[in-house]
């Protein structure tokens, strides 16, 4: 029997959940964000995250990780979700 899994395996199935997975579900995205980062950190794979834009997400009605950049350069987080990214 296995013991083991792919570390391309958990980035992709997290991606997936903080892709499609509905708002309410915020908490969740949460710890399993949590949990893949403290993986990737320990072995040594972590190479950042970005935030999910509006227009990646699968319904406009979903709360994006970010909104377009603003005129100043500054990006934009209002009513914004921080667990709506994606892991490299």
Known sequence: MRKTIEIKTLIEYVNAFNLTSEDYMQDERQGKNEMLEMVLHQTGN?????YLATNELFSEAMKPGIRE????GTWNFEDTDSTRVIYF
Do not use: E, S, T, V
């Open 69 to 72: 950049q603003l005129f100043d």
């Open 46 to 50: 972590y190479n950042g995250f970005r």
